[in-house]
């Protein structure tokens, strides 16, 4: 730990859902400092949370927030680094402030950019957890990515109906999964002993992902969970975990409680059990991952002020 006195974990996606969570069990722990960004002002966080604004939407407000960030830190490093934000939109036609399609820009690119920054304030021996899914997989997930076209997914030259808007999301998560690839192979990274983790919490019910807003997507969710219940059976990957559960696993990767096999990144929680499995095969392809780095790279631009 970079300060004796606190483990400082700074997190993004922690005011509802699986974050949550994870956040009240990290804020719990004696000993953890946790910085949150967050959207807007005023939000419900445990006691002793300070919480620092964050629109992964913008470009700009990631830029300020690592500044932020820096600033608190005073003479202390950053000992964990959770990524756990994102959106699930059901089309295409959201853009960011940058106008990057929305789920690409707030799911990866934001990130990406994020931990661009944030990676030289990072303790040696420092962990990094980035939330992941199984949606990146064809094999589990038929609307997963067989292939990865950063620049498409960026500017989509289709605004699309429902089944883009998944498509989309499960490419972002592939990018979230390639990403922590890139890190854990970076030189830097390896020599400063940074562990990364990249983390699919599976199916979890009660979070605000689906955005069930109207009283007709909300009655349609309450006839899909019981058929989920039986598909689940057979299918573990479509088998709905709890977000106190995925949560628990969220913090127990961050403290470094659990932790992958070494060589590897992944960790996948399977019917509330948490597993080791490999990713799909374009997640594992090194030219795929390569080419998202350098090309999510060119599109947040320079990461020196
Ligand atoms: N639920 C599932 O079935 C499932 C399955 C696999 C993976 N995951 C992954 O698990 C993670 C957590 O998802 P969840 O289900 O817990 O969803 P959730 O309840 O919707 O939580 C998403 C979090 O992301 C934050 N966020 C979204 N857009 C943001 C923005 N522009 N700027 C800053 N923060 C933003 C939200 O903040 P606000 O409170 O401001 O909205 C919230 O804290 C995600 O990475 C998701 O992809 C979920």
Partial sequence: MSDRAARVIVMTGATSGIGAQALERL????GNRMLLGARGTGRAVPAGVQTVPLDLASLT????????V??????????VLVLNAAVQARHLDGRT??????????????????????????SDGGRIVITTSDTHDPAIIP????HLDPAALAHPAE???VAAGMRAYAASKLCNLLTA???AARDEVRARR????????????????????????????AVIRPALTIIGRFRPAFAMGTPERAGEVLAQLATGEIAPPPESVYVSLVRGEVTFPEPSALARDDATRDDLWRRSQELVGPLAP
Wanted: aromatic share 8%.
């Fill in 97 to 122: 402030a940058d106008g990057f399609e929305s789920t690409f820009g707030v799911n990866h690119l934001a990130h990406y950019l994020l931990v661009r920054l944030l990676l030289p304030y990072l």
């Fill in 159 to 161: 605004r699309g109906a």
């Fill in 27 to 30: 804020a719990r722990e004696p």
């Fill in 143 to 146: 609307f997963g990515p067989r």
């Fill in 194 to 221: 940074i562990q990364v983790v990249a983390y699919n919490p599976g199916l979890t019910g009660g979070t605000n992902l689906m955005q069930l807003s109207t009283r007709a997507q909300r009655a349609a969710s």
């Fill in 181 to 183: 690839r890139s890190l």
């Fill in 70 to 79: 820096v600033r608190n830190l005073a003479r202390a490093r950053i000992d």
């Fill in 61 to 68: 407000s990631v830029r300020e927030f690592a500044q932020d």
